[in-house]
C-alpha cells in the first residue's frame, strides 16, 4: 500500500460504514484504528445496531474516512471497499489492544468489538495536485 494511504488512515479516526441488504442501504459513522499489518479498520459498535446487523448479514461493505477542510486544494478522503469481521475470540483481544491504544477512553464504556479487511482504496489527495487519486487493492 502506497504510504500516503497508510499514513491518512493511521492520523483518521472516523469512518462512515456502509451497509445494504435486501437493496436496503444503510451507512453509519464510527471511531476506527487502522491495523496496517493486516489492513484492518478496527471500530467498536454495539451489537444490536442496524449496521452491524446488516454487516453480519452481507459482509461486503463500504465506506468513506476524509478530512473537514474550508478549501479545495485541502481536500483528501478515502473510499473502500471490504469484508465485515464478526472476530473470533481469540482475535478478539489483539482487535481491543490496537482499538484501545488509539482511543483509551473507550474503556470506559466497553462495547463489541468489529473490523473490516481491506480489500480496495481510492484515496483522493489534492495536497498532491488538484483531483490526485491514489489506488491500492488487495
Known amino acids: 500500500m502506497?504510504?500516503?494511504?497508510?499514513?491518512?488512515l493511521k492520523e483518521?479516526?472516523?469512518l462512515t460504514i456502509a451497509t445494504s441488504v435486501d437493496d436496503k442501504p444503510y451507512c453509519a459513522s464510527c471511531f476506527y484504528a487502522y491495523d496496517e499489518t493486516d489492513?484492518?479498520?478496527?471500530?467498536?459498535s454495539d451489537?444490536?445496531?442496524?449496521?452491524?446487523?446488516?454487516?453480519?448479514l452481507n459482509k461486503v461493505v463500504a465506506?468513506?474516512?476524509?478530512?473537514?477542510?474550508t478549501t479545495i486544494v485541502k481536500i483528501q478522503g478515502i473510499q473502500?471497499?471490504?469484508?465485515?469481521?464478526?472476530?473470533?475470540?481469540?482475535?478478539?483481544k489483539a482487535l481491543y489492544s490496537t482499538y484501545y491504544e488509539k482511543f483509551p477512553f473507550a474503556?470506559?464504556?466497553?462495547?463489541?468489538?468489529?473490523?473490516?479487511?481491506?480489500?480496495?482504496?481510492k484515496m483522493t489527495d489534492n495536497t498532491l495536485g488538484?483531483?490526485?487519486?491514489?489506488?491500492w487493492e488487495r
Open 2 to 8: 502506497e504510504e500516503k494511504i497508510s499514513t491518512y
Open 63 to 69: 465506506g468513506t474516512i476524509c478530512t473537514e477542510v
Open 47 to 56: 451489537d444490536h445496531t442496524k449496521h452491524i446487523i446488516d454487516a453480519n
Open 12 to 14: 483518521n479516526k472516523v
Open 39 to 44: 489492513n484492518l479498520l478496527i471500530f467498536s
Open 107 to 121: 474503556r470506559a464504556k466497553p462495547a463489541p468489538i468489529w473490523a473490516i479487511t481491506l480489500n480496495w482504496i
Open 80 to 92: 473502500f471497499t471490504g469484508t465485515f469481521i464478526n472476530p473470533s475470540e481469540e482475535e478478539v
Open 130 to 135: 488538484f483531483g490526485k487519486k491514489l489506488e
